[in-house]
C-alpha cells in the first residue's frame, strides 16, 4: 500500500521566516495531495490541496509544490506567524471513485513559530 | 463549505462498556465514510472504510468485531466500539466524501475516548 513519509517531525522557526515542510509517497498511481492543519485536540483542516497534473499550487502566504518523478511534495509557509503553530499533515491518495479514496497521511510535523 | 457533525466530542467509559460515535453530513450526502483513529502526537491512522448500504472494509489490524460501523442512509454512519478497554482510549474522526471524482474530504470535530 502507500507509504507517506514527511520530514521534518518538528520545526521551529522565527516569525516572518519560512517554513518548508516535505513528504514523499511510495504509490506511483498516487494523484491528490492535500496538506492537513490541525490544532491541539480539534480536527485537520485542509489548508491547500494539488493534483497531480499540477506542479505547484499556491494561496496566499501557502503553497505546495509537486514532483511526480521523484514521487515528493513539499509545502511552502512564508511570512510565518504565531497563528501558524500547530501540526502539519502532508496526505496522499490514489483517488479513483469507487471504492473510495482513503487518504494516506504522513506523520505529521509539528510547527512552533516564535515571535 | 460542507459539514460532517460529529457527536459526541468526548466520553469517558468504563471498561468493558461499549461507546457508539455517530457522524452526520449536514448538507451533503457522504456515499463514503472514513474513520480514523489518532493517538497522542501520532498521525491519523484509518481504520475502516464504510460504503452506505453495504459492509464496511477494516484495515490490517482493526478488529471489525470490536469496531462496529454501520452506514445506513446517505448522511450518517456511527461507530460503535464494543467491549471497550483502555488501550482504546483514542481520538476518533470521521471524515465523508462525496463520491464525486476527487472532491475534498470532510472532516468530523472528532470525539475524544477514554476508558477507565
Known amino acids: 500500500g502507500e507509504n507517506v513519509e514527511q520530514h521534518p517531525s518538528t520545526l521551529s522557526v522565527q516569525e516572518g521566516d519560512s517554513a518548508v515542510i516535505k513528504c514523499t509517497y511510495s504509490d506511483s498511481a498516487s494523484n491528490y495531495f492535500p496538506w492537513y492543519k490541525q490544532e491541539l485536540g480539534k480536527r485537520p483542516q485542509l489548508i491547500i490541496d494539488i493534483r497531480s497534473n499540477v506542479g505547484e499550487k499556491k494561496d496566499q502566504r501557502i503553497a505546495v509544490t509537486l514532483n511526480k518523478t521523484a514521487k515528493h511534495f513539499s509545502l511552502h509557509i512564508t511570512e510565518t506567524q504565531p497563528e501558524d503553530s500547530a501540526v502539519y499533515f502532508c496526505?496522499?491518495?490514489?483517488?479513483?471513485?469507487?471504492?473510495?479514496?482513503?487518504?494516506?497521511f504522513g506523520k505529521g510535523t509539528s510547527l512552533l513559530v516564535t515571535p | 463549505g460542507a459539514v460532517v457533525s460529529q457527536h459526541p466530542s468526548w466520553v469517558i467509559c468504563k471498561s468493558g462498556t461499549s461507546v457508539k460515535i455517530e457522524c452526520r453530513s449536514l448538507d451533503f450526502q457522504a456515499t463514503t465514510m472514513f474513520w480514523y483513529r489518532q493517538f497522542p502526537k501520532q498521525s491519523l491512522m484509518l481504520m475502516a472504510t464504510s460504503n452506505e448500504g453495504s459492509k464496511a472494509t477494516y484495515e490490517q489490524g482493526v478488529e471489525k468485531d470490536k469496531f462496529l460501523i454501520n452506514h445506513a442512509s446517505l448522511t450518517l454512519s456511527t461507530l460503535t466500539v464494543t467491549s471497550a478497554h483502555p488501550e482504546d482510549s483514542s481520538f476518533y474522526i470521521c471524515?465523508?466524501?462525496?463520491?464525486?471524482?476527487?472532491?475534498?474530504?470532510?472532516f468530523g470535530n472528532g470525539t475524544r475516548l477514554t476508558v477507565t
Open positions: 471524515s465523508g466524501g462525496k463520491g464525486t471524482g476527487l472532491s475534498p474530504l470532510h
Open positions: 496526505a496522499a491518495s490514489t483517488g479513483g471513485w469507487p471504492p473510495g479514496y482513503a487518504l494516506n
